[in-house]
């Protein structure tokens, strides 16, 4: 089924990256929909250590008029997941073209740099698009304590 959710498990040591597709085909918003909600559901409940969640949409709104348009839909809906599993130690998400830090139910939520354009701030001009900006990444690390630490890095044009 070409239009079928891609959802891929990958673990490294004893930490598992569930990563959920949150697409929505011809649909620039974003969602999980039952498929990848019960595959979530069964993955976490194999994981033997640390979680960490990934998809594209954000769950939150970001203080982005024009990205908070087009988000995920029914948040809710991986919010009763992220409840039911304190194995999850953080989840992260694209979509924004904005590196930021935040929350959704208790846990980090670290969003990615743009890798080919960087989103405005509502106070950094009219124009959505930043050109100016470099490109950028992100480093997640896992601790012994199960803490989450993100560090950015730019990378030169």
């Known amino acids: 089924n070409p239009t079928a959710p891609v959802n891929e498990a990958l673990t490294v040591g004893d ?6 597709d949150s697409s929505l085909p011809g649909d620039r918003r974003g969602f999980l929909d039952e498929e990848t909600i019960d595959w979530l559901s069964t993955e ?12 594209h949409h954000p769950p939150v709104t970001l203080g982005m008029p024009m990205m908070d348009s087009i988000m995920m839909s029914s948040p809710e809906r991986l919010g009763a997941v992220v409840d039911a599993n304190p194995n999850i130690v953080a989840l992260v998400c694209g979509h924004a073209h904005s590196a930021a830090a935040t929350t959704f139910h208790g846990r980090p939520l670290v969003l990615a740099p743009g890798v080919s354009s960087t989103l405005n701030l509502p106070f950094e001009g009219s124009s959505v698009v930043n050109r100016e900006q470099p490109a950028g990444v992100a ?9 989450v630490i993100t560090h950015f890095r730019s990378i030169p044009g």
């Open 139 to 147: 480093f997640h690390l896992i601790d012994d304590d199960g803490r």
């Open 15 to 20: 930490v598992t990256l569930l990563s959920v």
């Open 44 to 55: 976490l409940a194999r994981a033997s250590g640390p979680v960490v969640v990934a998809f």
